[in-house]
């Protein structure tokens, strides 16, 4: 059975940072490309960063990069979402999905982590 289980949410001020973490088990961690994705109150999931199954290439949007960053080490399988900078804009639900790099339905979603940015 495939689990992601996402930890590190919580409430920072804005301009703080977080991490978040993604652990996951049941499957083979390094054949399958991570992505994070969030969803706010009354808005649509978005897509927020993407990382390959090597880990030798990473994606943004817009509205994140050059202040998010996505890692993953596989010998703990298990990634992460480094947060600087954080605005008002950024709070949501974030989760974090694997899918296989060659059989692309084959694709997983954790339960997802609170991230709250209040002063």
């Known amino acids: 059975q495939v689990q992601l289980v996402e930890l590190g949410g919580g409430l920072v001020q804005p301009g703080g940072s977080l991490r978040l973490s993604c652990a996951a088990s049941g499957l083979i961690f390094s054949s399958y490309g991570m992505s994070w994705y969030r969803q706010a109150p009354g808005k649509e999931r978005e897509w927020v960063a993407s990382i390959t199954n090597a880990g030798d290439d990473t994606n943004y949007a817009d509205s994140v990069k050059g202040r998010f960053t996505i890692s993953r080490d596989n010998a703990k399988n298990t990634v992460y979402l480094q947060m600087n900078s954080l605005k008002p804009e950024d709070p949501a639900v974030y989760y974090c999905?694997?899918?296989?790099?060659?059989?692309?339905?084959?694709?997983?979603w954790g339960q997802g982590t609170q991230v709250t940015v209040s002063s």
């Open positions: 999905t694997a899918r296989h790099a060659i059989i692309s339905s084959r694709q997983y």
